[in-house]
């Protein structure tokens, strides 16, 4: 996972590298489409993600805007998985997702390129310690331990209710490539407490009601619904919600909720 894109040649080279240090190595492309140094979207799609793929599964994420710095490289172990990735944050939801068992960091020369450059540790530093590791390294080889405690966290959206949660106050985290708009706001939140979600409200004061599916809507009305990620996603039938409605990462929303027994 990156947010390389595919137009250059990054994706591909790093590809290669794997390829030359371990040739059997099955690699899947999760997404290169993480908008460009946003470490809050590239983690939350690697927490959602991460379920879906087979216990021993190396995880190689590149968001990387310190890259050259003295940010570590990592390799973080889990109960289930290995993820290689900068010290930066890129890892926070998977820390609060899965257990974590060690973290290490990559520090072995015989585990890296031999000559690095400092803009590019994604095909240096990232993709030849996840060759080496498919390879039946152990983690323990790529470097000393450190306390997991001691990595870098980002905090995870959190929505908060003024009123007693009759609403709730998120905002918008990412857009995908529809324009689909992906909210704070939780499938458990749609009904909760004896309450259920109707809508939210826009930052202009507009109400987008809540529908199941695209359907439910006439072709370029809004609506919010219960994505397949968890979170709750804005869109337009058969059009794009992010360029429609102005909206954009980080704009603030509120869900507003009510009674089960009150008629909508």
Not at 8 to 21: E, F, L, P, S, T
Not at 38 to 48: C, D, E, P, V
Not at 104 to 133: E, K, W
Not at 180 to 194: A, M, P, V
Request: aromatic share 8%.
């Amino acid at each position: 996972m990156t947010d390389f894109g595919l137009q250059d040649h990054y994706v591909g080279v790093m590809k290669g590298v794997i390829a030359g240090i371990s040739p059997f190595a099955g690699i899947i492309d999760l997404t290169h489409g993480i908008t460009p140094q946003n470490i809050l979207q590239g983690s939350l799609q690697l927490g959602l993600s991460a379920p879906y793929f087979p216990d021993g599964t190396i995880f190689v994420a590149v968001v990387d805007p310190g890259v050259g710095t003295k940010r570590k490289a990592i390799a973080l172990v889990t109960e289930k998985q290995i993820f290689i990735a900068p010290d930066n944050g890129l890892l926070s939801s998977v820390m609060s997702m899965q257990r974590v068992d060690n973290c290490y960091i990559i520090t072995n020369p015989s585990c890296m390129l031999t000559v690095q450059s400092t803009t590019f540790h994604g095909r240096d530093v990232f993709a030849p310690a996840a060759a080496h590791l498919a390879n039946g390294i152990t983690p323990a080889t790529l470097g000393n331990t450190v306390n997991p405690e001691h990595c870098i966290r980002i905090p995870l959206p959190e929505n908060r209710t003024p009123d007693g949660e009759l609403s709730w106050q998120g905002v918008i985290l990412y857009a995908d490539v529809y324009g689909n708009l992906i909210t704070s706001f939780t499938d458990d939140q749609l009904e909760k407490k004896g309450k259920k979600a109707v809508g939210v409200f826009l930052k202009n004061g507009d109400f987008v009601p809540l529908r199941r599916t695209y359907g439910e809507v006439a072709e370029g009305e809004p609506l919010i619904y219960g994505g397949s990620s968890g979170f709750l996603e804005i869109a337009v039938r058969n059009d794009n919600a992010s360029l429609t409605l102005g909206l954009k990462p980080g704009d603030n929303i509120e869900l507003r909720v009510q009674s089960q027994n009150t008629q909508t």
